[in-house]
């Protein structure tokens, strides 16, 4: 036994090593897509029209497209505001609806859970320096094979009550945020 590994250890030293003026190898490479979405206004000024008194709804659409078909939404609307300054103490904004929360209505899908489309306002936030409220969260199911990509209709609501509402422009913020479900 000795002298077989002693031979193999002679072979090895004086063996030249094999190599040529070219060479080629390969190696199985791979990447893990992760999970993703995209939300956009298709309108970044939304005309309300006009009011008087009482309540009105706001229609404001957007475009998802994620690679997955289950997305979380939640959505927040802010008091709209005379001339556009939330600032101006002078004039009271015009609130928010809050009894009637927010509505998001995605046409190829449905909301997980036997939920509905409207979604109750939870508490304050800010939407770019406007005082407003946010919603509660809400899961969607795309009937997409593998995404969600479509257009969305968000509906909010505004309550003008005061009959002698200074005349004029009154603008403010509304916002729709999605993440991705992980399993």
């Known amino acids: 036994m000795k002298y077989f ?3 193999l250890a002679c072979l090895a030293v004086v063996a030249p090593a094999l190599a040529d003026e070219t060479a080629d190898a390969t190696s199985h ?12 206004p298709l309108n970044p000024h939304v005309d309300l029209g006009t009011i008087q ?11 998802i497209d994620a690679n997955t078909e289950d997305v979380q939404f939640w959505a927040a609307a802010s008091n709209l505001y005379k001339g ?3 600032s101006a103490p002078e004039v009271p ?4 609806y809050l009894s009637s929360g927010i509505q998001i ?8 859970g036997n939920q509905d489309e409207y979604l109750g306002y939870l508490g304050g936030t800010d939407i770019n320096g406007f005082p407003g409220y946010e919603t509660e969260q809400i899961e969607y199911e795309s009937s997409q094979n593998g995404h969600m990509s479509q257009d969305i209709d968000m509906y909010v609501w505004w309550d003008q009550e005061d009959p002698e509402k200074p005349l004029g422009e009154y603008s403010g913020y509304v916002r ?8």
């Open 93 to 96: 904004p015009i609130p928010v």
């Open 176 to 183: 729709l945020s999605a993440m991705v479900v992980l399993f």
């Open 105 to 112: 209505h995605i046409p190829h899908g449905n909301p997980v």
């Open 84 to 86: 556009d300054d939330p």
């Open 29 to 40: 490479v791979f990447v893990q897509v992760n999970p993703n979405v995209s939300l956009a």
């Open 5 to 7: 590994i002693a031979i």
């Open 53 to 63: 008194t009482g309540v009105f709804q706001g229609y404001i659409p957007w475009r």
